[in-house]
């Protein structure tokens, strides 16, 4: 009798929360992308579906291009952002001081929290033609005319890493926080270099929030608009301006959801394959 | 190599030189956005002419400052609007999903919390799409079939909400899940012992246990819903949010005012982090 009401009471707990969760999954997220590829395999000019907006991206290489040079420019990104996060993390939970490291933090979380439209506002103001970078060079002599800084791809690559570089460095200080600094220490006393104290122990330790960390800013970078709509070339698209393109300046919907289709494969292929490489599990890495 | 081994001088000079040009980095672009709010000048560049309140407090003709600038009031109304509704949601439902998926046991539970974890890794683009073309589809049906012409369906607040809610959740969702995960359920068989109901149960004491990573995914919930732009783009109505309208503004050329705004909100964020970081300090003591 007892048991039977206590289970009674738990079913009617599992659907208060089961069914706006469902709901939301369902309606937001399962029919909206079934109905992205629905689309995608349309076309105004014939019934039925087709595969004709998924052959124009193959056979018209600004298309194609694009989406190779989004891909590997954010391969890129991911991989400077790991490059100047590992050693910050670093110096934040094994070097600086303890009572420095809470401001430390402070201070890299604030621009983040800030807008990425305000962060590239403020680097367009330094960087651009009548910006502050050129008008302080000019006074100082350094530059005899200004120069255009902003526009193009290197420009953009910097904004890029700006604006994600904090998704790399959080994991990475969550991991490192628990590392033991006994271990480093043995290794320096059995006479380890610094090099091989990074490759052995630091790195392999480090793994789950670099693996975590990497797809994070991987996803943010390749599904970015406006940093590389306000600091990149302005002939050189990124795929996220394509398809918008597509969608709301020639509303062309079929042909949009289909480069949208394609970016998502893309996305999941390269989670897919970093996952792999390192044996892991999606499901541990975003824990 | 680290704090308690001894570290050759010319190692910590140059890690420390490293870290304070990582820092010049990071603050330049907005230390140099604040300062520009009190230039006397009608672009937000140098020379430096002077110091002026008039981008905040300006009447006009020459310089309408921040607060009588009804385009950017309105989008800062319709971002605090938006990302209110947005927080009250998430937090909701992030709530409930943390409890179905760290205490309930049922069939498909991995494929549900895959689906839950998914849209992170999912573009924010593509997800404004997708939404945005689903409820096209949904309108058109409802409007084909019961000649009903629903607004919310259509690009406008509603949709805004239910873009940033559809990713903005799943972050809500792990903050409470992490807290829920340390969260000792002896305590919660005691209080059955002792007669209470799960729903008693669940208000006395879980809530009460998860009430700061509720809040804390709640801020974070605001914040994300507030600045969010990928999602929203495709979204939006009339009634533009404030990073939309900023960036119209930048793209078509812009005066101090966005400066202004920038201040007020890299204030507002700095003030938010210390206060966090001392409440969250205190609570670890």
């Known amino acids: 009798m007892m048991t039977k009401s206590k289970t009674r009471k738990i079913r009617w707990s599992f659907i208060i929360f089961f069914i706006p969760v469902a709901l939301w999954l369902l309606l937001l ?116 005319q200004p120069i255009e800084m902003l526009y193009n791809d290197i420009t953009m690559i910097m904004g890029l890493v700006y604006t994600s570089m904090l998704f790399m460095i959080v994991p990475i200080i969550g991991v490192l926080g628990s590392l033991d600094d006994s271990l480093i220490e043995a290794a320096h006393d059995l006479g380890a270099k610094k090099l091989a104290i990074w490759k052995e122990i630091i790195i392999p330790y480090c793994m789950p929030g670099i693996m975590s960390g990497s797809i994070i800013v991987f996803m943010l970078v390749l599904g970015s608009y406006l940093t590389p709509k306000l600091m990149g070339g302005k002939n050189a698209l990124w795929f996220t301006e394509q398809i918008y393109n597509q969608i709301i300046v020639y509303f062309n919907w079929e042909q949009g959801s289909a480069f949208g289709f394609l970016l998502l494969i893309l996305s999941s292929m390269i989670i897919w394959v970093a996952l792999k490489l390192t044996k892991q599990s999606f499901s541990e890495v975003v824990r | 190599m680290i704090r308690t081994l001894p570290n050759s001088k010319a190692y910590l000079t140059g890690y420390k030189l490293f870290i304070i040009i990582f820092f010049v980095f990071l603050f330049s672009p907005l230390i140099v956005t604040m300062i520009l709010a009190f230039n006397d000048s009608m672009f937000p560049s140098l020379p430096w002419k002077g110091f002026t309140l008039d981008w905040f407090f300006g009447k006009g003709p020459e310089k309408i400052g921040l607060f009588h600038d009804s385009i950017n009031l309105r989008g800062i109304a319709t971002s605090f609007k938006t990302a209110i509704t947005v927080s009250l949601l998430s937090t909701i439902v992030g709530t409930m999903a943390a409890f179905l998926f760290e205490q309930e046991d049922f069939k498909f539970k991995g494929a549900l919390y895959f689906l839950m974890i998914a849209p992170l890794v999912i573009p924010g683009v593509i997800l404004g799409i997708s939404i945005l073309l689903f409820t096209n589809t949904i309108s058109i049906f409802i409007e084909d079939t019961f000649g009903i012409y629903v607004k919310a369906l259509s690009p406008s607040f509603w949709l805004v909400v239910m873009g940033q809610f559809s990713f903005i959740t799943t972050i809500v969702t792990m903050i409470i899940s992490a807290r829920l995960r340390k969260f000792d359920r002896t305590l919660e068989e005691a209080a059955f012992n002792l007669g209470a109901s799960k729903l008693e149960v669940i208000w006395l004491i879980t809530l009460k246990y998860l009430r700061p990573s509720i809040i804390g995914g709640a801020a974070i919930a605001f914040l994300m819903s507030f600045e969010n732009f990928n999602t929203t783009l495709f979204l939006i109505g009339a009634d533009s949010t404030l990073p939309i309208n900023l960036y119209q503004q930048v793209r078509d050329g812009s005066t101090p005012v966005i400066n202004a705004i920038s201040f007020i909100l890299i204030v507002t964020v700095s003030t938010f982090a210390v206060v966090n970081l001392y409440t969250g300090k205190k609570e670890e003591e």
Request: glycine share 4%.
């Open chain 1, 29 to 144: 997220i399962v029919l909206p992308h079934i109905e992205l590829l629905r689309i995608s395999l349309t076309s105004t000019s014939t019934d039925g579906f087709t595969l004709d907006n998924y052959k124009a991206f193959f056979l018209e290489p600004i298309y194609w291009l694009t989406f190779v040079r989004t891909a590997v420019y954010s391969i890129i990104v991911t991989a400077i952002v790991l490059v100047i996060s590992m050693p910050v993390a670093f110096y934040i939970t094994k070097i600086s001081k303890i009572k420095t490291q809470g401001l430390l933090m402070i201070l890299i979380l604030v621009p983040f929290w800030v807008s990425e439209m305000i962060r590239v506002y403020g680097w367009m103001i330094l960087l651009r033609e009548s910006g502050v970078i050129n008008s302080i060079m000019l006074k100082l002599g350094i530059f005899n």
